[in-house]
């Protein structure tokens, strides 16, 4: 079973609408990062959210993790069409090793 | 730029060759991560080295896949007997230290026919 699951796997939205993403963790999250991908760039850093409770924000993206430290949201306000992408969510669960578990993604279109 | 890099950015072999893909890391990265992507899915975790040494090396797949990184900086991963399943895109990420947020870099889309 998958051990980080992020939802929905895809969304199409109108410019200037508001969505949310989510990424659910199977375990206690040490530190989870959210990151965007475009075709040929890799994976963009977006935002990085450690304590329960946190929510950072960055433009009109904001992300937040839950006191559990089981859940993560992405919103955006006011999509526009640079926001589309993949967005990814990846788990740090604290084992020592650093190495990140990634979620499938959710596809984001944001239509003009 | 001072981000990531990773070349070639796109590489088609026939099955059975040998590849290397190659990584730059962020200039004073000590902590450099491996992983693989296959279409419609996550990336997946290969190989982590610190420094010159691979701490975790529990995502490669099985024998014919191999990363080296002698200097500390540039890492290569090498695939050995290429597999049509081995194509996906291969993603390199670096930290500043191991506990430190990874940046990726572009990828290698690597095809085997």
């Known amino acids: 079973s998958q051990e980080l699951e992020q939802s929905p796997q895809s969304l199409i939205v109108q410019e200037g609408k508001n969505l949310t993403i989510n990424c659910t963790s199977s375990k206690t999250l040490y530190g989870l990062y959210w990151y965007k991908q475009k075709y040929g760039e890799g994976l963009i850093f977006l935002m990085m959210?450690?304590?329960g409770g946190e929510e950072k924000s960055h433009e009109k993206i904001t992300a937040k993790l839950d006191e559990k430290k089981q859940q993560s949201s992405l919103h955006i306000t006011a999509s526009q069409p640079s926001h589309a992408g993949i967005y990814l969510c990846?788990?740090?669960w604290g084992t020592g090793t650093y190495k990140y578990i990634f979620g499938t993604g959710t596809r984001l279109k944001v239509l003009a | 730029g001072a981000g990531v890099s990773q070349t070639p950015s796109n590489k088609v072999t026939e099955k059975g060759k040998y590849v290397e893909l190659r990584c730059d890391p962020i200039s004073g990265h000590t902590a450099l991560y491996w992983y693989r992507q296959s279409l419609g899915q996550g990336p997946e975790f290969l190989i982590y080295f610190q420094g010159t040494g691979a701490a975790d090396d529990s995502g490669l797949p099985n024998d014919r896949f191999f990363a080296v990184r002698p200097e500390g900086s540039v890492s290569t991963l090498k695939i050995q007997r290429t597999e049509r399943g081995d194509s996906a895109v291969y993603l390199c990420a670096s930290s500043l230290y191991a506990s430190e947020t990874q940046y990726f870099g572009p990828g290698t889309r690597l095809l085997v026919l």
């Open positions: 990846g788990a740090d």
């Open positions: 959210l450690q304590k």
